[in-house]
DNA sequence: GCTGTGACTCCTT
DNA sequence: AAAGGAGCCACAG
């Protein structure tokens, strides 16, 4: 079955998330075919009341987490990461680090 | 229909 | 790394 609701295709990105991976809100919705609507991704999630959805795995451009640190939404999270074997260092993951730069990318590291 | 808001992102100091 | 600003889009009032 073919997801053909923008929102079916954004929650169907995020469960397509493998455990133990994370992805930002922008490359979910790039991968629903939605680029520039990682605003609506967060939405999405706050409104979806799916326990099965695995909203945890998805965290800002920058491998932060979204919530303001320490409250109870950021607490979870992290644990929720944490547990599936996913570094976390003071709200940040320790995965993710996209080359943001055009230089980087043309030029490379070298 | 205009305004404010937010689990966002990018660029420039 | 952090902060300020502009752009972005759906939704509530």
């Known amino acids: ?43 999405l999630l706050a409104a979806s009341d799916d326990p099965a959805l695995p909203w945890h795995r998805v965290l800002r451009s920058d491998g932060r987490i979204a919530f303001p640190a320490g409250s109870s939404q950021w607490r979870e999270q992290v644990g929720r990461l944490r547990r599936e074997g996913v570094e976390v260092d003071a709200g940040r993951v320790r995965a993710m680090r996209p080359a943001r730069s055009l230089d980087a990318e043309v030029w490379g590291p070298g």
């Open 1 to 43: 079955m073919v997801e053909t609701s923008p929102e079916g295709r954004i929650l169907a990105a995020v469960r397509a998330i493998p455990r133990g991976e994370v992805a930002g809100y922008g490359e979910v919705a790039r991968r629903a075919g939605l680029p520039g609507r990682a605003r609506w991704v967060a939405r």
